[in-house]
């Protein structure tokens, strides 16, 4: 069964910094592309930042330069870090694995960590 566990959210003043990791389990495959999204209050989910299996990464332009994603395969576990936050950053912030193999989609969301930024 496979999961995805985020933590690491939680409330920052605006310019602060966060690490939010989704530990994965369950064979998970090491050609997942991982990603973190996010949904703030009352809008839709959008993409954050994406990691593929060869280590390329993809960014929304509203966070470039001010996060990153990385991965460590040996323990299962993508990080998104989070710098110089903004209140406008303030949402639910999802892991998501994805991959196809022998023709099949999977594709797998974890419950959410909340990021608040206020002062």
């Known amino acids: 069964q496979v999961q995805l566990v985020e933590s690491g959210g939680g409330l920052v003043q605006p310019g602060g910094s966060l690490r939010l990791p989704c530990a994965a389990s369950?064979?998970?495959?090491?050609?997942?592309?991982m990603g973190w999204y996010r949904r703030a209050p009352g809008k839709q989910r959008d993409l954050v930042a994406v990691i593929s299996g060869d280590g390329s990464t993809n960014y929304a332009s509203f966070v470039k330069v001010r996060f990153t994603i990385s991965r460590d395969n040996a323990k299962n576990t993508v990080y998104l870090q989070m710098n110089s936050l903004k209140p406008e950053d303030k949402a639910n912030y999802y892991c998501?694995?994805?991959?196809?193999?022998?023709?099949?989609?999977?594709?797998?969301w974890g419950q959410g960590t909340q990021v608040t930024v206020s002062s």
């Open positions: 998501n694995a994805y991959w196809i193999a022998m023709g099949n989609d999977y594709n797998y």
């Open positions: 369950g064979g998970i495959s090491s050609f997942a592309r």
